[in-house]
């Protein structure tokens, strides 16, 4: 039987430091990161709790890799660029297979955007898996969520929805097609927006993850800047499986609503607009008006916004 120290050793020390920032690892009481003059430090943390955000039969690489990419994809919401991440695994036993599993999809993630695990806990309980993500932005340049303007262009990254109709498919909701792969992939393994983030420094206004639906999270950016918005339907980015969905039951509002898709959604002022990378699409437009709204065919729809609350 393996200890918790020999575990560490065998599955997560596997990745050699990528960052000259990491001045100390996984090994002693604390890491030691340091931070380059003129950056500051951005730090967030997210969980996941087995039968909350995955099933008790969830593939353990995906898994690992959806972990990673919940957290980078925070850091590449604020512009920063990744360096180090912390993992807390509460485990309720030693399965070697499993944690073989869980770390490959972890540390593939982690090695494709040089970031290094530089520490964590293990703890013995119900399966919950935590990663504190670190990253650097040049100071005052991160990107918040208060800080829309009243005129301010609305865009995304890649497309919208494909994770909500993967989660259908998952939930034996619908079907799936011999067009079903992507949306799966998209749902269990998300890439983090890192690029796209760092491309938006000084171009973006405000920037959001959209991590439980584009209406809510949009609707965090428009209280936070005390704004509204309106959305144009026949802009917003769908797959050709998403457009399939939406003609064949009607439910035009599964992409607005469902989370896990992990595009960045930002506002630009329009004189930078010839300034936003080509992979995201004009959505809508930042009005003083409060409230979303979504200009669908000639009719002006109130959209709630309201996503998923763990309390309510
Ligand atoms: P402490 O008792 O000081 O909290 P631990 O015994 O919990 O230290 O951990 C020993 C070392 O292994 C520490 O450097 C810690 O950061 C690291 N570590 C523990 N669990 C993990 C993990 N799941 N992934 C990566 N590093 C870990
Ligand atoms: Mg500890």
Excluded at 44 to 59: G, L, Q, S, W, Y
Excluded at 114 to 126: C, E, F, Q, W
Excluded at 211 to 238: C, M, T, Y
């Amino acid at each position: 039987m393996l200890t918790e120290f020999s575990l560490i050793d065998k599955f997560f020390k596997k990745n050699a430091p990528q960052n000259p920032e990491t001045r100390l690892g996984i090994g002693d009481d604390c890491a030691l990161l340091s931070i380059p003059n003129g950056y500051e430090l951005a730090i967030t943390t997210d969980t996941m709790v087995e039968n909350v955000h995955f099933f008790a039969n969830a593939n353990p690489t995906q898994l690992g890799h959806k972990l990673l990419a919940v957290n980078l994809s925070d850091l590449a919401a604020m512009g920063a660029k990744p360096l180090a991440v912390t993992l807390a695994l509460t485990l309720p036993t030693i399965d070697e297979g499993w944690l073989s599993a869980f770390s490959t999809g972890f540390l593939n993630l982690a090695q494709h955007f040089s970031v290094d695990l530089i520490g964590g806990d293990t703890t013995k309980g119900a399966l919950t898996l935590t990663v504190q993500a670190m990253g650097i932005v040049p100071c005052g340049q991160a990107l918040k969520r208060s800080t829309a303007k009243v005129g301010d262009f609305i865009y995304m990254t890649d497309f919208l929805g494909d994770a909500g109709l993967g989660f259908k498919i998952e939930q034996n909701v619908i079907s799936p097609s011999q067009s079903s792969e992507n949306a799966l992939t998209r749902f269990h393994q998300p890439m983090p927006r890192v690029e796209t983030g760092l491309a938006l420094r000084g171009i973006a206004n405000a920037c959001i993850d959209i991590s439980d639906g584009l209406v809510s999270d949009l609707g965090h950016i428009l209280r936070q800047s005390n704004v509204g918005a309106s959305l144009i339907w026949e802009k917003l980015p769908f797959s050709n499986e998403v457009k399939t969905y939406i003609k064949n039951t009607n439910d035009w509002k599964m992409p607005l609503i469902s989370g896990d898709d992990y595009e960045l959604c930002f506002t630009v002022s329009p004189e930078n607009a010839n300034r936003v990378p080509e992979n995201c699409s004009f959505i809508g437009v930042i009005e003083a008006h409060k409230g979303l709204r979504l200009e669908k065919s000639a009719q002006i729809e109130t959209l709630t916004m309201k996503g998923y609350e763990h309390f309510s």
